[in-house]
């Protein structure tokens, strides 16, 4: 009968230990102070972590408001979709003033997305710029069939050239919002020489990164 108590109480032990050490690892990836754009990489790819194992560590708004409520150093900015699936302050377990966050159908950019961009890598000092696709995506469903309406048309039309495969193929929509990703940040740096010198001297980066619906999962392309 020792053996069975002895079991039960070790397996209790232990798992008492392992919820300790990872309250121990989201305390310091919460007060971890980011200073590079890699850190900052780290720390979405933790907050999507904890939000996938539901151990979500910014979400007192009540003492986050009052922390901001002086001044905001983000240090991302996350261009995404509207998508109402897809929130980053939640998926990346950011909270309030932590991010910098676009949102906008297709997340392609214009001129005034790009002038956000620039204000808060050249004056707020944001490290990194993401662009986020998801599966799924509306807007690029739209540009796949070729929907018309209003102007949305013009917005879908900006999506075409990442359509690469056949129409029908049911790969095709996510395959093409991948390719929108790159594409959107190929066009970043192309419009905006306050981004690419900074991309360029390493003070910030641009990455990309794709959110399943279905999971919750982000993949970041590098």
């Known amino acids: 009968m020792a053996v069975p108590f002895f079991v039960a109480s070790c397996s209790q032990q232990c798992n008492k ?12 990836v919460k007060q971890a102070h980011i200073e590079t754009s890699q850190d900052a990489i780290n720390e979405l790819k933790s907050g999507n972590q904890r939000f996938l194992v539901n151990k979500l560590v910014n979400t ?5 408001i009052e922390e901001t409520k002086g001044g905001q150093k983000p240090h991302s900015v996350i261009l995404s979709c509207m998508d109402s ?34 204000y808060a890598v050249e004056h707020s000092g944001a490290k990194l710029i993401v662009v986020m696709g998801h599966s799924h995506c509306g807007a690029v469903t739209g540009a796949v069939e070729g929907v018309k ?3 949305l048309t013009q ?15 049911p790969k095709t929509i996510d395959e093409a919002a991948k390719n929108n990703i790159q594409i959107t940040i ?16 390493k003070k910030i980066a641009i990455v990309g990164a794709f959110y399943d619906i279905e999971t919750g999962s982000v993949t970041f392309v590098e």
């Open 17 to 28: 230990h392992e919820e300790s050490q990872q309250k121990d690892t989201i305390t310091v």
């Open 60 to 64: 007192n708004y009540k003492e986050e």
């Open 85 to 118: 699936r897809v929130p980053p302050e939640i998926i990346f377990d950011q909270g309030i003033g932590h991010i910098f966050a676009i949102r906008v159908a297709g997340n392609i950019e214009d001129d005034n997305v790009i002038g956000s961009m620039e």
């Open 149 to 151: 309406l209003g102007k």
């Open 155 to 169: 917005l879908v039309e900006q999506i075409k050239p990442a359509i690469k495969s056949d129409p029908k193929d």
């Open 186 to 201: 190929s066009d970043i740096l192309g419009k905006s020489e306050i981004i690419k010198e900074m991309v360029d001297q």
